[in-house]
């Protein structure tokens, strides 16, 4: 299948996941210092994770900057061992979109599709390829997250294009 019968869109960046032992140090730079604001926790012990889930920017282009640590630096996922943890990218239609990566030959980290921490739904793509998908992040945990009607609305409106996909 070729990249032009792609059944979805990459809208833009929904996220990035920053990872330190001590969240405190993120928040200087973060919070403090480039003054993005903290609009939520998570805290997940299945996931190792205690972050600030923080804005840049607002409305429908707003950024999540998620500032992670973990809750036991012993055990993994290890959030803090790569300090860019990993990218969120806003999909369009997300069951497509792993639908078709997938006959790509494209790898998922395990848990499928599922609501992550911010509410929408989720799944990443793994860092590493194998032999039976042997495409992944090179390196990088990405993230893909389904963008909710009002964000597809508003990447088609900057595009100068009509609605399409799932609103």
Not at 43 to 62: W, Y
Not at 87 to 95: F, Q
Request: hydrophobic content about 40%; aromatic content about 8%; overall charge negative.
């Amino acid at each position: 299948m070729s990249a032009s019968a792609r059944p979805f869109q990459v809208l833009g960046v929904q996220q990035i996941a920053i990872g330190g032992t001590d969240k405190q140090q993120l928040r200087k730079l973060w919070v403090d210092i480039f003054g993005l604001e903290i609009t939520g926790t998570y805290r997940s012990d299945r996931e190792n994770v205690d972050e600030d889930i923080c804005a840049l920017g607002t409305g429908p282009f707003k950024v999540e900057v998620d500032l992670m640590q973990p809750l036991d630096p012993e055990k993994k996922p290890a959030v803090q061992a790569t300090p860019l943890n990993h990218v969120g990218l806003w999909i369009d239609d997300l069951p497509a979109a792993v639908k078709w990566l997938e006959g790509q030959g494209v790898r998922f980290a395990p848990g499928g599709i599922r609501q992550g921490a911010a509410g929408f739904d989720i799944c990443f793509i793994h860092p590493k390829g194998n032999e039976q998908f042997p495409i992944g992040g090179e390196g990088v945990l990405i993230e893909l997250v389904q963008a909710p009607p009002e964000v597809v609305r508003a990447f088609a409106a900057l595009a100068g294009q009509s609605d399409h996909g799932p609103v």
